[in-house]
């Protein structure tokens, strides 16, 4: 014979009203997991997004004043302004034209007799032709300085306006000021400022014009001596004079030019000894030169920038191999091609393969400029991405100046090499990114969302508690006549207790099953069918989150269910329950 | 067997005393049926409490077996309760989501298959042997009345107090039920202590007890 106050007979017999519970319980749970797993998730996603760090560190160049553009660019400009002059001079009175057309101009009796001067007639002729492109190259080179110098202050504006959106987010009009004064503006260079690196294929054609008028120039110095020298010779020829002074001038306004125009595109000095300086750290691997870049992925808690590493070939084999990584498909990137070889989870995040394009052309957000192919996927424990350092260097103005260091230390001596790469820079302006730097970032991040999750899984276990708690007591107070009756017939206080608590612990417990099994489940279909397709890592048996974290909630309901119903046992009175006439 | 001695009950409300049981005296010896009538709030139903132990008695004291209950704790006084007493009450108070025989083996002390017998053996002595799996809620309300009865006896009491079993049935009904205690008493079970208001009900009693302000008379 069963025992007829059996649990499995209170929850059989009462499963309309048992099912309810257990089911608000489970889905509280389930909530729970999935929140808790999606905030891991996103933790575990950014530490293996940026987990190339735990073996390298980067030093990288700070943003300074030597390092704002704005200085050379301003410099560059009024050298630029001097050569136009000179460029006019050149071709003013006195200047090449007038020179060539009284060289023209020479009786064709005296020019048969001369040779000389058919080669000034071609040298002057050359050099009125480099000025002319010369002129012509300055324009649009003048014009992207001009760009490149407002874009410049425009990121302070824009800066000093966020600045001021987050000190008074409830403020909107430093933004209306900033779009009414902006707004010509913002139509008329932002759709340039992506071709930014016209300015350097500029100055490259400047330069090559100016060297061009330059050798002619000087050709024409030399020939105009011979010529002196051959009409001192002839009587009363009419040699005319020669405009020396003016291309003296040209000269050193031009030099001036290239010299500015060179500090551009210079990279952070001190670069090459800290190379070498910091190869010869005891404990150090390995030391590359690094045109890093990023490209924009996102980690669940919010985009980031996803590190790419730009070193020459053999560096890309030695990172893949500092890692355990492997090209698993198509290849590693050539020398100086606008190619990119990526780990896998980030190809998917952003969608591409083999043959696919990155970049700023595709996502604004990303820092690699234009569009770079994909050219090869890269599988193995840790995520990484390589891009040919004398491309990056070699095409882009900004990214020339915002080089770096790949630091590798060997096992064991990250902390010695990272101690001597600080004493070594001191006050220079470069920084360290290493492993605890960047984990101490992520934490930061996620933790403001840690503290949002903790808040809302303690409420919803205080809201349940009560809901659950209130659900109890009513269907407590549908068993007064069964617990009166116990008690009266003999059953002591403290055995209803265990009883009651017997049955709820059972229902929680259920409850937590249900909802963790559910949680599993839904959690894995999450995890196949989005967060491994987009490169996202999702650890479904988390037993961490799993049964440490949903435990509060069974917890709490059960405590507080006792408590309320725990208390009205106590002071049961069968009597009073006998005797109600209802 | 059970014995009560100048039993007092007293209820304070404020400075006001009122006493439900006042200096009451009696014996109910085994195998005896008692009957107790008087009009409402004349202090039976208090009376029956304190001879079954659900209440502690302001004065006097009760003894059952030997078995002074001042001296029992509230524990053993419950376990005292459960093994030799037996409850009919006013209302049912059966489980609702138990069948007929389940309910019946609620009351019982073990859980065997000579229980199991013997609760099929009452309910059919009862009249119920074809709803031994009913609900309370298939049942009439002198069915489950029935039912209440076979609960009370399935642990073979010593005592069976029924405290106005017959308050909510009608007069035919009420009769069976009566006599279904009268039967366990003739048969040997044990005694009974009826409460009621209606006299009719005890025609089969050894002993009418009336009171009368919490005296009896």
Redesign the interface.
Known sequence: MTNPLSLWNFYFRNKRKVLPVVGILALAILGVVVTDSLLASARETAYATFGSYQKLILVAPRATRDQDLANPLQESLSRLRDVQLQVDSLDGPGGISSYYDAVVALPARLRGQLPSVQQVEVDAANARYYAARLRGDLVPLGDLIVRVQRLQSEEKSFTQLVQQLTERPNDPRPLITYLQQHQTWLQSVVPDSAQLGRLQSAVISASADANGLQASLQALSRDSANLNTSGQSLANLPVPPSPSGTIDQFKSALDRLTASLGSIEEPQPGLDKLLADSARIPGTAFVKRDAYSNLDINLLAGNAQFDLYGVDQPGMAQLLALYGDRVAAGRLPRPNANEIAVSEEIARSRHVWIGGQLGNNLDELDRLPDAFSVVGIIRGPTRIGVIPLDYMTQHYLFERRYQGLVVVPQSGHEQVVHDQLQKMIGSTAFRLFDWPYIKAKIDSLIQNLDAINRFLVILVTIVLSLVVGLLNNLFFRQRMNEFGLLAAVGYGRWALIRRVAWESLGVTVAAWGVGIGAAIAVLSWFNTSFMVPHGLVMNVFDWNVLLLHTLPIPLMVFLFGMSTVGWQLLRLDPISIIERRD | MLAAQDLVLDYRSGTAIAHAVDTVSLRVERGSFIGLIGPSGSGK?SLM?LLSG??RPTGGAVTFDGHDYRELS??RL??L???H???V???H?L????SAI??V???ALR???D??AYAQELLRRVGLGDKLQKRPYQLSIGERQRVAVARALVHRPAVVFA?EPTASLDQATGHEVVSLLAEYRQAGGGSVVVVTHDPAMLTGADRVLQMRDGRLN
Do not use: M, P
Request: glycine content about 6%.
């Open positions: 139903s409490y659900l209440k509230a524990a419950i376990r309760r459960r093994q007493f037996g409850f009450f006013q209302q108070f489980v609702n989501y138990l389940e309910n083996t609620v009351g859980r065997n298959h229980t199991a405290d």
